[in-house]
């Protein structure tokens, strides 16, 4: 028996919208859903599946906003599967998008050229309720995710005014069971979600620099979520800027009262993986010294990803391995990246010349394997009669770049350069206080994370009145832990084994450079 759902969208036509001048907006949707309620399916094989693609690549305009949609659900309520071979439940989403924006040819204060990527994918399997599975082979429920994404505003083939690139991707991948008093069996089970992404955003100012536009309401600080800011003190203008959000969460568990007993003859897996690629790049080094505008340049990576598996609710399970994963997908090391170049701009001494560059790479990230949930008190964890392992592992690289063209400086010229990259991460095998994990063979917790990071901030001043100073500042918070819990003894029969390891490198670098020492150039440099 097969149930298929499938959708592919590759997006409506480019529509018009006018308003200060005209911006076309580009969406795409592919939702696709199998739900079985309160059924009975009996057959050799079941294939549950719901595939939704998105294919959005619209040509380049002005000013562009493209949305996209990809979601896809299989859900198992309160249904008997019966399948003498092998038992496949799967939700697929897979999105490919760009916006691609190009500079408006005439002279403008705003912004010659915007691109705006909006990207929402879901892909959930799900089975619960009084749901049960009797399967001879094997049975999978599998939550697949992929998303590609890219968005491009270049304003150099502009006269004047900003690029600006906007791109917020919101990414769920959910394989659960959550079910209530019943017995499964199967060869073998396996519940594993997976998610991959590649999101990036590049900006190029005009040769013609922006100047601030007061009829405007959106300002760097708006546009990057409150991030365009050193200390407190916002950016005011940006030639190019910058904005890349993702928002990813990947989750695989199994959880259900005691009187939920699942039997698998070969191993349980319970697996969460994922991988991260996430970039924004702003170079404002295309507007010249003799430009009316800024060539500041403003790059924000603001990153938030959950990698999480667990067992729950006192279920029952046997099997001669049960084991719970997160980590990254296929060794994929996770990257995110903040560059930021500035250019230079007016040269009329009655104006301030300001050619800064700001990088900012925020960085909040988790994987967990568990028994029990957050908070304690909502824990009862699970009943494991085999052998558990709880592993966790974490693999990745961030960079963050703020440099400046040092060009003829005005009368008073302001290359600063400041790199900001705060990483927190966390990677975890553990047993929740007062989880329980039943009597388990061998016990197994590892947990193990690599991360190198680098940090620059350049730039250099010249000519006229020049002052450049570079600030890099770097604040990483890193732990890899294996926690046994408290609370309840733990019943071991076996060995036990918990090891945690952590390797990071963090360079942090501030290099301020000063030529023409005829006139007056000042370099500063702190990190």
């Given at each position: 028996?097969?149930?298929?759902?499938?959708?592919?969208?590759?997006?409506?036509?480019?529509?018009?919208?006018?308003?200060?001048?005209?911006?076309?907006?580009?969406?795409?949707?592919?939702?696709?859903?199998?739900?079985?309620?309160?059924?009975?399916?009996?057959?050799?094989?079941?294939?549950?599946?719901?595939?939704?693609?998105?294919?959005?690549?619209?040509?380049?305009?002005?000013?562009?906003?493209?949305?996209t949609t990809a979601d896809s659900t299989v859900s198992v309520v309160d249904s008997s599967l019966i399948a003498g071979g092998v038992l496949g439940i799967s939700a697929t989403s897979s999105t490919t998008a760009t916006s691609a924006a190009d500079g408006i040819g005439i002279p403008t204060l705003g912004d010659a050229s915007v691109s705006t990527l909006d990207v929402d994918?879901?892909?959930?399997?799900?089975?619960?309720?009084s749901s049960v599975l009797t399967v001879g082979g094997a049975a999978t429920i599998l939550a697949s995710n992929t998303i590609n994404a890219s968005t491009d505003s270049d304003a150099e083939t502009g006269v004047a005014g900003a690029g600006i690139a906007i791109t917020l991707v919101d990414q769920t991948t959910r394989a659960a069971v959550d079910a209530g008093s019943a017995?499964?069996?199967?060869?073998?089970?396996?519940?594993?979600?997976?998610?991959?992404?590649?999101?990036?955003?590049?900006?190029?100012?005009?040769?013609?620099?922006?100047?601030?536009?007061?009829?405007?309401?959106?300002?760097?600080?708006?546009?990057?979520?409150?991030?365009?800011?050193?200390?407190?003190?916002?950016?005011?203008?940006?030639?190019?800027?910058?904005?890349?959000?993702?928002?990813?969460?990947?989750?695989?568990?199994?959880?259900?009262?005691?009187?939920?007993?699942?039997?698998?003859?070969?191993?349980?897996?319970?697996?969460?993986?994922?991988?991260?690629?996430?970039?924004?790049?702003?170079?404002?080094?295309?507007?010249?010294?003799?430009?009316?505008?800024?060539?500041?340049?403003?790059?924000?990576?603001?990153?938030?990803?959950?990698?999480?598996?667990?067992?729950?609710?006192?279920?029952?399970?046997?099997?001669?391995?049960?084991?719970?994963?997160?980590?990254?997908?296929?060794?994929?090391?996770?990257?995110?990246?903040?560059?930021?170049?500035?250019?230079?701009?007016?040269?009329?001494?009655?104006?301030?010349?300001?050619?800064?560059?700001?990088?900012?790479?925020?960085?909040?990230?988790?994987?967990?394997?568990?028994?029990?949930?957050?908070?304690?008190?909502?824990?009862?964890?699970?009943?494991?009669?085999?052998?558990?392992?709880?592993?966790?592992?974490?693999?990745?690289?961030?960079?963050?770049?703020?440099?400046?063209?040092?060009?003829?400086?005005?009368?008073?010229?302001?290359?600063?350069?400041?790199?900001?990259?705060?990483?927190?991460?966390?990677?975890?095998?553990?047993?929740?206080?007062?989880?329980?994990?039943?009597?388990?063979?061998?016990?197994?917790?590892?947990?193990?994370?690599?991360?190198?990071?680098?940090?620059?901030?350049?730039?250099?001043?010249?000519?006229?009145?020049?002052?450049?100073?570079?600030?890099?500042?770097?604040?990483?918070?890193?732990?890899?832990?294996?926690?046994?819990?408290?609370?309840?003894?733990?019943?071991?029969?076996?060995?036990?084994?918990?090891?945690?390891?952590?390797?990071?490198?963090?360079?942090?670098?501030?290099?301020?450079?000063?030529?023409?020492?005829?006139?007056?150039?000042?370099?500063?440099?702190?990190?």
């Open positions: 028996v097969t149930l298929n759902a499938q959708k592919t969208d590759a997006g409506e036509g480019l529509i018009p919208i006018p308003v200060n001048e005209i911006q076309f907006v580009f969406g795409a949707d592919a939702t696709t859903s199998v739900t079985v309620t309160g059924s009975t399916i009996n057959a050799n094989n079941i294939t549950l599946s719901a595939t939704s693609t998105v294919n959005a690549t619209p040509a380049t305009n002005d000013l562009m906003i493209v949305s994918s879901s892909a959930i399997a799900t089975v619960t309720g017995t499964w069996s199967a060869a073998s089970l396996s519940v594993v979600a997976t998610s991959d992404n590649t999101v990036a955003g590049t900006s190029k100012a005009s040769p013609g620099g922006a100047e601030e536009d007061g009829s405007n309401p959106d300002t760097p600080e708006s546009r990057t979520d409150n991030n365009a800011n050193n200390n407190g003190t916002s950016v005011s203008v940006a030639g190019a800027l910058t904005y890349t959000s993702l928002d990813s969460s990947t989750e695989a568990y199994i959880q259900g009262p005691n009187s939920l007993v699942i039997g698998s003859v070969g191993e349980l897996v319970v697996r969460a993986a994922s991988a991260h690629t996430s970039s924004a790049t702003a170079d404002g080094s295309t507007v010249s010294g003799a430009a009316t505008g800024v060539g500041v340049a403003v790059a924000v990576n603001d990153v938030d990803v959950t990698t999480d598996a667990w067992l729950d609710g006192g279920v029952h399970l046997t099997a001669p391995t049960v084991s719970v994963k997160a980590n990254n997908v296929d060794s994929k090391i996770d990257s995110f990246v903040a560059s930021a170049t500035s250019g230079a701009g007016n040269a009329d001494p009655a104006n301030v010349n300001v050619a800064g560059a700001l990088a900012v790479n925020l960085v909040n990230g988790r994987r967990t394997a568990a028994v029990g949930v957050e908070p304690p008190a909502l824990a009862t964890g699970a009943s494991v009669s085999g052998n558990l392992t709880l592993a966790a592992a974490s693999d990745g690289s961030d960079s963050t770049v703020a440099k400046a063209d040092s060009g003829p400086g005005s009368t008073l010229g302001f290359g600063a350069s400041i790199a900001l990259s705060l990483m927190d991460e966390s990677t975890e095998a553990k047993i929740v206080d007062d989880a329980t994990v039943g009597s388990v063979g061998d016990l197994t917790l590892s947990a193990v994370a690599n991360r190198t990071s680098s940090n620059e901030a350049k730039t250099g001043a010249s000519g006229g009145l020049a002052f450049s100073p570079s600030v890099a500042v770097s604040l990483s918070n890193m732990s890899s832990r294996t926690t046994p819990g408290s609370g309840s003894e733990l019943a071991i029969g076996g060995n036990y084994d918990a090891s945690a390891a952590q390797t990071a490198r963090l360079t942090t670098k501030a290099d301020g450079e000063a030529t023409d020492a005829s006139t007056a150039a000042v370099g500063v440099s702190l990190a």
